[in-house]
């Protein structure tokens, strides 16, 4: 199971956390970071019920010198 997030603040260097808000023994895992456009979020095993999940974005930024 596969599920694309679009929002255009995802970087190179984004830190993505994604927390399941619906009751599962399923790992929820961000599998792919589309800079600019977004991510996916994956299962490995299809579910038969319906999974949401909250995700917050942490932007790395290099420290000037």
């Not at 996916?40 to 095993?45: D, H, I, K, M, W």
């Not at 038969?48 to 999940?53: C, I, K, R």
């Amino acid at each position: 199971l596969e599920v694309p997030v679009f929002v255009d603040k995802v970087t190179e260097n984004s830190r993505i956390l994604i927390t399941p808000t619906t009751l599962t023994s399923l790992t929820l895992s961000v599998t792919e970071k589309i800079p600019g456009a977004g991510f996916v979020v994956s299962t490995s095993l299809p579910t038969p019920t319906t999974l949401t999940f909250d995700w917050w974005i942490i932007n790395e930024v290099a420290e000037a010198n």
